[in-house]
């Protein structure tokens, strides 16, 4: 097979992506049923650089076989401990650290984002995420619940692994979206079958060879990549999944509820955002110009939270959206794995096309763009100039629409009505989060209170901590991440009643 990787990847990179890559099922790996392969593309040149094996029905069955008899038949919820289940999470997350390296240069190549980023946020997130989860392994329990009649009557609830899991996980953090859902279940005592993007399938195949040099036992881990349509839907659809864990578009997660109801399985669903970002009178500038840059333009934009509308008094908008914009100038556009690049390209074709749309409709709209406004011309690559949109309304489609890339809309307003002030900020169908920059820690309270977001960040903007839920009010989705939160998700809850 013909790759075209560049120059800069290392030889480790080289060698996984010689060879083609299968399935993981019941802990081996395994052609797929068809025998057929999809390509994976650089979207810095639009080359292929591998071929993975194309899950379908057929193998979502094998897969989702495969869990059901470990979750009903196996050593994970029979037979081994809590203890010993966090020590195999553990010994999971000091593999993965590692292979710290060749994780972040495989999700630099394979998503676009720049390999410094995935080396300080994507992998070591990654890590702390499966430590954090096996903690709660030997502290998942109940109540005892008094009675509020005569005292004849003992109760109690316990929690329960949910059953066998199924998961799709988005391509703006491959690995580290996968281990949102993976960590709490695998706390919890379930077993899963897990569907990478079609896009972005190199880091978990990578993570599947680590499940098994671990020692989890077969078929608590089963790892697929193929298409939405396909292997997703077959998902979301199978009557042998108990649960549906589901990351992307509001569009698709419509699709996903559809599918499940066939069972009634649960579902969670982490959706999109339109997320703002208000600037009050008396914010330090000089510490929001660049925190509003990062959190707009972090990732390439393509960051469900990402802020992507900027609300500014009037006081201090020319102020900010002028040094947001020279934020923007200043970023190195290029391959993810130039040392120089502080933004890569966008993941995909289409999804260059989608963007580049939303900036031409916001041009045609009469919005300004201080900065950027334009693609840039390559070998092939999917790049965008981070763009900062002024004299907009909340009539263009950029405004309203989640746009998913490196594209932001400022609007100023000159009032200090905090309800009047949220009421804008809230005029979206999503709730994802928002944040609040201001050195008034009453208004900094009041706003958060006022805000329907599910992370509101105060003078800072994506924070995220694996003990923190993430998740959205409104067509932002269903349920949390992250958080004891997440693992209440993945179980069932018990009440016994005893009388006495």
Same mark, same amino acid.
């Given at each position: 097979?013909?790759?075209?990787?560049?120059?800069?990847?290392?030889? /480790?990179?080289?060698?996984?992506?010689?060879?083609?890559?299968?399935?993981?099922?019941?802990?081996?790996?395994?052609?797929?049923?068809?025998?057929?392969?999809?390509?994976?593309?650089?979207?810095?040149?639009?080359?292929?650089?591998?071929?993975?094996?194309?899950?379908?029905?057929?193998?979502?069955?094998?897969?989702?076989?495969?869990?059901?008899?470990?979750?009903?038949?196996?050593?994970?919820?029979?037979?081994?401990? !809590?203890?010993?289940?966090?020590? *195999?999470?553990?010994?999971?997350?000091?593999?993965?650290?590692?292979?710290?390296?060749?994780?972040?240069?495989?999700?630099?190549? $394979?998503?676009?984002?720049?390999?410094?980023?995935?080396?300080?946020?994507?992998?070591?997130?990654?890590?702390?995420?499966?430590?954090?989860?096996?903690?709660?392994?030997?502290?998942?329990? !109940?109540?005892?619940?008094?009675?509020?009649?005569?005292?004849?009557?003992?109760?109690?609830?316990?929690?329960?692994?949910?059953?066998?899991?199924?998961?799709?996980? =988005?391509?703006?953090? =491959?690995? @580290?979206?996968?281990?949102?859902?993976?960590?709490?279940?695998?706390?919890?005592?379930?077993?899963?079958?897990?569907?990478?993007?079609?896009?972005?399938?190199? /880091?978990?195949?990578?993570?599947?060879? @680590?499940?098994?040099?671990?020692?989890?036992?077969?078929?608590?881990?089963?790892?697929?990549?193929?298409?939405?349509?396909?292997?997703?839907?077959?998902?979301?659809?199978?009557?042998?999944?108990?649960?549906?864990?589901?990351?992307?578009?509001?569009?698709?997660?419509? @699709?996903? @509820? #559809?599918?499940?109801?066939?069972?009634?399985?649960?579902?969670?669903?982490?959706?999109?955002?339109?997320?703002?970002?208000?600037?009050?009178? $008396?914010?330090?500038? $000089?510490?929001?110009?660049?925190?509003?840059?990062?959190?707009?333009?972090?990732?390439?934009?393509?960051?469900?939270?990402?802020?992507?509308?900027?609300?500014?008094?009037? #006081?201090?908008?020319?102020?900010?959206?002028?040094?947001?914009?020279?934020?923007?100038?200043?970023?190195?556009?290029?391959?993810?794995? $130039?040392?120089?690049?502080?933004?890569?390209?966008?993941?995909?074709?289409?999804?260059? #096309?989608?963007?580049?749309?939303?900036?031409?409709?916001?041009?045609?709209?009469?919005?300004?763009?201080?900065?950027?406004?334009?693609?840039?011309?390559?070998?092939?690559?999917?790049?965008?100039?981070?763009?900062?949109?002024?004299?907009?309304?909340?009539?263009?489609?950029?405004?309203?629409?989640?746009?998913?890339?490196?594209?932001?809309?400022?609007?100023?307003?000159?009032?200090?009505? *905090?309800?009047?002030?949220?009421?804008?900020?809230?005029?979206?169908?999503?709730?994802?989060?928002?944040?609040?920059?201001?050195?008034?820690?009453? #208004?900094?309270?009041?706003?958060?209170?006022?805000?329907?977001?599910?992370?509101?960040?105060?003078?800072?903007?994506?924070?995220?901590?694996?003990?923190?839920?993430?998740?959205?009010?409104?067509?932002?989705?269903?349920?949390?991440?992250?958080?004891?939160?997440?693992?209440?998700?993945?179980?069932?809850?018990?009440?016994?009643?005893?009388?006495?």
């Amino acid at each position: 097979m013909n790759i075209a990787l560049d120059h800069r990847a290392s030889k /480790s990179a080289r060698d996984f992506l010689a060879q083609d890559r299968k399935l993981f099922i019941d802990g081996a790996f395994v052609d797929a049923a068809s025998g057929k392969t999809f390509p994976v593309y650089d979207p810095a040149t639009g080359k292929v650089i591998a071929q993975v094996a194309e899950a379908d029905k057929e193998d979502v069955d094998r897969a989702v076989r495969a869990a059901r008899k470990a979750f009903d038949e196996g050593p994970w919820r029979k037979q081994m401990t !809590g203890a010993e289940r966090g020590k *195999l999470m553990w010994k999971l997350a000091d593999l993965i650290e590692a292979n710290h390296e060749q994780f972040a240069e495989l999700e630099s190549i $394979d998503n676009g984002k720049p390999l410094s980023v995935a080396r300080v946020a994507d992998i070591p997130h990654v890590i702390n995420m499966f430590r954090y989860m096996s903690g709660w392994t030997t502290k998942i329990g !109940g109540q005892t619940l008094p009675w509020s009649g005569l005292n004849q009557f003992f109760s109690y609830t316990s929690r329960e692994p949910i059953g066998v899991v199924g998961m799709i996980v =988005p391509w703006n953090f =491959p690995l @580290l979206m996968a281990t949102w859902k993976l960590a709490p279940a695998l706390a919890a005592g379930c077993t899963m079958v897990i569907k990478s993007a079609e896009q972005t399938p190199l /880091s978990l195949v990578r993570f599947a060879e @680590l499940v098994q040099e671990a020692g989890f036992p077969k078929g608590v881990v089963n790892v697929l990549a193929g298409y939405g349509e396909t292997a997703g839907a077959a998902i979301a659809a199978h009557d042998q999944v108990d649960k549906v864990s589901f990351t992307g578009s509001g569009e698709v997660g419509r @699709l996903v @509820l #559809k599918a499940a109801a066939g069972n009634l399985k649960k579902v969670t669903l982490e959706l999109g955002g339109k997320s703002p970002m208000i600037v009050l009178p $008396d914010a330090d500038i $000089d510490h929001t110009v660049p925190g509003a840059a990062s959190a707009i333009f972090f990732n390439q934009g393509q960051t469900c939270c990402a802020g992507s509308r900027l609300y500014a008094h009037k #006081k201090i908008f020319d102020k900010v959206v002028e040094g947001v914009a020279n934020e923007a100038r200043k970023i190195k556009v290029g391959h993810g794995l $130039d040392p120089a690049t502080t933004m890569g390209p966008l993941v995909s074709d289409e999804q260059y #096309k989608r963007v580049k749309g939303y900036i031409d409709s916001g041009l045609e709209a009469g919005a300004t763009a201080l900065a950027g406004g334009k693609v840039i011309g390559g070998d092939g690559g999917y790049f965008v100039k981070p763009t900062v949109f002024v004299d907009t309304n909340p009539n263009m489609k950029v405004v309203r629409e989640e746009i998913f890339g490196p594209v932001l809309v400022a609007e100023p307003f000159d009032d200090n009505d *905090l309800e009047q002030i949220a009421k804008e900020a809230n005029s979206t169908e999503f709730g994802l989060a928002a944040s609040v920059w201001t050195k008034d820690l009453s #208004k900094a309270h009041k706003l958060s209170n006022l805000l329907q977001a599910g992370s509101v960040w105060v003078n800072c903007h994506n924070v995220l901590d694996p003990s923190l839920p993430f998740g959205g009010y409104k067509q932002s989705g269903w349920g949390r991440e992250m958080g004891d939160v997440a693992i209440e998700h993945f179980t069932e809850l018990k009440a016994v009643t005893i009388k006495l």
